[in-house]
C-alpha cells in the first residue's frame, strides 16, 4: 500500500468513492453532487496551496481511499477522510490517516495541529481517529504533533 499525492487521472474513482451512499451517509456534508462540479472542485485543489489530496493506493493503482487536508492559518490543518467501502476493516484508515499527517507535516514543518469534524454517530470514524491518537475535545478530533 502506498499513499501519493492525488492527480488529475484520479478526479473520477475519487468522485465515485466520494459519492457512495455508505460515505455520503458517514459524511457531515450528505448533499449529493455532479460529477462536473467534482472535476471543477477538484481541479481547482489540486491547485490550491493550503490544500493536499492525497491517494492510497495497493500499488497497482487501485485506489483504496482517500485523504484531505486544509490548512487553516500558519499552525492546524482540518482533515477528512474517505475509505473505498471494498477496503474498510482492513487497517487502510489507519495507515492513510498515519501516513498522511506525516507527509503533511514533513511539507509544512509549522503545522502543529490537525482537526478533524466527525459525525458522533459515525463510530468507525470517531474510533480509527483515536486510534491514531487524535483527541475527542467535543466539537472536534485533535491531534497534536509532539514538540
Same mark, same amino acid.
Given at each position: 500500500? &502506498?499513499?501519493?499525492?492525488?492527480?488529475?487521472?484520479?478526479? !473520477?474513482?475519487?468522485?465515485? &468513492? !466520494?459519492?457512495?451512499?455508505?460515505?455520503?451517509?458517514?459524511?457531515?456534508?450528505?448533499?449529493?453532487?455532479?460529477?462536473?462540479?467534482?472535476?471543477?472542485?477538484?481541479?481547482?485543489?489540486?491547485?490550491?496551496?493550503?490544500? !493536499? &489530496? /492525497?491517494?492510497?493506493?495497493?500499488?497497482?493503482?487501485?485506489?483504496?481511499?482517500?485523504?484531505? /487536508?486544509?490548512?487553516?492559518?500558519?499552525?492546524?490543518?482540518?482533515?477528512?477522510?474517505?475509505?473505498?467501502?471494498?477496503?474498510?476493516?482492513?487497517?487502510?484508515?489507519? /495507515?492513510?490517516?498515519?501516513?498522511?499527517?506525516?507527509?503533511?507535516?514533513?511539507?509544512?514543518?509549522?503545522?502543529?495541529?490537525?482537526?478533524?469534524? &466527525?459525525?458522533?454517530?459515525?463510530?468507525?470514524?470517531?474510533?480509527?481517529?483515536?486510534?491514531?491518537?487524535?483527541?475527542?475535545?467535543?466539537?472536534? /478530533?485533535?491531534?497534536?504533533?509532539?514538540?
Amino acid at each position: 500500500m &502506498i499513499l501519493r499525492k492525488a492527480q488529475s487521472h484520479d478526479c !473520477r474513482i475519487i468522485y465515485d &468513492i !466520494r459519492t457512495d451512499s455508505s460515505v455520503l451517509e458517514a459524511s457531515l456534508n450528505t448533499a449529493s453532487f455532479s460529477y462536473e462540479h467534482h472535476k471543477n472542485w477538484f481541479e481547482k485543489s489540486l491547485k490550491n496551496p493550503n490544500r !493536499r &489530496i /492525497f491517494v492510497a493506493d495497493d500499488g497497482t493503482g487501485t485506489v483504496l481511499g482517500v485523504v484531505r /487536508f486544509d490548512i487553516e492559518g500558519n499552525s492546524e490543518a482540518l482533515v477528512s477522510i474517505f475509505l473505498h467501502p471494498d477496503h474498510r476493516g482492513k487497517g487502510v484508515g489507519t /495507515f492513510i490517516l498515519a501516513a498522511g499527517g506525516n507527509l503533511l507535516k514533513k511539507e509544512f514543518p509549522a503545522i502543529a495541529s490537525l482537526k478533524a469534524l &466527525i459525525k458522533k454517530s459515525n463510530m468507525a470514524s470517531v474510533k480509527l481517529f483515536i486510534k491514531v491518537g487524535y483527541v475527542d475535545h467535543g466539537d472536534s /478530533f485533535r491531534f497534536t504533533y509532539p514538540g
